[in-house]
């Protein structure tokens, strides 16, 4: 039978990830192999020492069951704004979690 966890047993968070949508008017494209991608949302990771990491991910412009790829997120502050808008959302969710 399981052990309940004692109340001061730490519990340790190694990450926790949120998927952030691109607004349409900040979307942009990129290439990978070949083929076009529009770039359509943000994972952005709160890594242990509380710094955030972010993938921009999209999906073939062309259309069809390409794979679902990851890009970088380019260093402009529109975007910077949807990745501080979205964590701080996020945090809101969390701490109101039932």
């Known amino acids: 039978m399981a052990q309940p966890i004692d109340s001061s047993d730490e519990v340790v968070?190694?990450?926790?990830a949120i998927t952030v949508s691109i607004p349409p008017a900040l979307r942009w494209r990129d290439e990978r192999r070949?083929?076009?991608f529009e770039?359509?949302?943000?994972?952005?990771r709160m890594l242990p020492d509380r710094t955030l990491a972010a993938k921009a991910y999209g999906r073939p412009v062309a259309g069809g069951r390409g794979a679902y790829?990851?890009?970088?997120?380019?260093?402009?502050?529109?975007?910077?704004?949807?990745i501080r808008r979205g964590a701080d959302r996020a945090g809101e969710l969390w701490a109101a979690h039932r």
């Open 13 to 16: 968070v190694g990450a926790m």
């Open 34 to 36: 070949g083929e076009e």
């Open 39 to 44: 770039l359509e949302t943000i994972t952005v």
């Open 69 to 82: 790829v990851s890009f970088p997120v380019p260093d402009r502050p529109e975007l910077a704004e949807v």
